[in-house]
């Protein structure tokens, strides 16, 4: 029974251990998005370069081009490939009432690439935006309507694995005012709901060690404290003496559970000697012995 015990006990442990390094695990997937732009300017004695860095106010009117460079890296660690599609897109969005109700919106597809299956993604797009062709395209809406309108260019690119929307870049870049500024956000939904499914196994995995943590500390403290409660109540009968008694090694027999040294002591009428850990019955010229430390 000890050995038995052990055993599984031994199992238990590993399967703590295991589970542990599987909680701690990296992520499955490894993530770069580089995605900027450069603004670059119409000839003028004002402005010593012709290029302009991300992050910054720029006079509409001086805007030549915006030049687009998406760099999106997603790897999969696993073995398995990613099947996934992508395309950049530009969406003229006018609002009214000082931008809080959308009147009107032109969609642009700029670039599209389907059927793709491979261990990573990897995008490498760089696109030159005309951006006085979309002023004057807004201009001539608001000509034709006779209405003013707040307006802004959103560029996106998305990116679908296994024909979900799951990825996205998004440049906001105004097309209306005479002082602007370009804003860029990344929305990656694939990685967050893998991330929220690696956090409910991980869940699930802490509540397992749990219950087999609790399970492994109840049964050695449980069987420690029921044995010495067993001992408790039969105390009248158990006779602790000082010397370890001299025994012939050919009349020992060694048992493996408390309850069966209590029967013999209690079928034989006979009292148990307790010596530090060890428990003894005499039965004739055989030792029964028990030894509380070793189960």
């Known amino acids: 029974m000890a050995k038995k015990s052990k055993k599984i006990l031994f199992i238990l442990s590993i399967i703590l251990f295991l589970g542990v390094i599987s909680i701690n695990k990296n992520k499955m997937y490894q993530l770069k998005n580089e995605t900027y732009y450069e603004v670059t300017l119409n000839p003028n ?22 030049d687009l460079y998406f760099d999106y890296y997603l790897k999969n660690k696993s073995k398995e490939n990613i099947n996934y599609s992508y395309d950049i897109t530009a969406t003229i969005k006018s609002y009214a009432d000082n931008g809080t109700k ?16 491979a261990k990573e993604i990897k995008i490498n797009e760089n696109y030159k935006l005309d951006y006085q ?26 990116i679908k ?30 990685l967050e709901n893998n991330n929220q499914n690696t956090n409910l196994k991980k869940v699930i995995i802490f509540i397992i060690l749990s219950i087999i943590t609790i399970y492994i500390i109840s049964k050695i403290l449980f069987n420690k404290n029921s044995e010495k409660t067993i001992l408790k109540a039969y105390q ?13 090694i050919d009349n020992i027999i060694y048992l493996t559970s408390l309850k069966d040294l209590i029967n013999i002591a209690i079928n034989n009428n006979s009292n148990i000697f307790n010596y530090q850990n060890d428990y003894y019955i005499i ?13």
Do not use: R
């Not at 039965?283 to 189960?295: A, E, H, P, S, V």
């Open 161 to 190: 694995i296994d024909d979900k929307d799951n990825s996205d870049v998004l440049v906001t870049i105004p097309i209306s005012g005479n002082i602007i500024e370009i804003t860029m956000k990344e929305e990656n939904n694939f």
């Open 102 to 117: 959308l009147i009107w919106t032109k969609n642009f597809n700029l670039k599209k690439m389907n059927n793709l299956n």
């Open 236 to 248: 009248d009968i158990i006779i602790t003496i000082q010397n370890k008694p001299n025994i012939n």
């Open 45 to 66: 004695n004002y402005f010593p370069s012709d290029k302009l860095e991300p992050n910054n106010y720029y006079l509409a009117n001086s805007i030549k081009n915006i």
């Open 133 to 158: 062709y979309y002023v004057d395209y807004v201009k001539s809406f608001q000509e034709y309507f006779n209405i003013k309108t707040e307006n802004y260019l959103d560029i996106k690119l998305n």
């Open 283 to 295: 039965i004739g010229n055989i030792y029964y012995i028990y030894n509380l430390k070793k189960t």
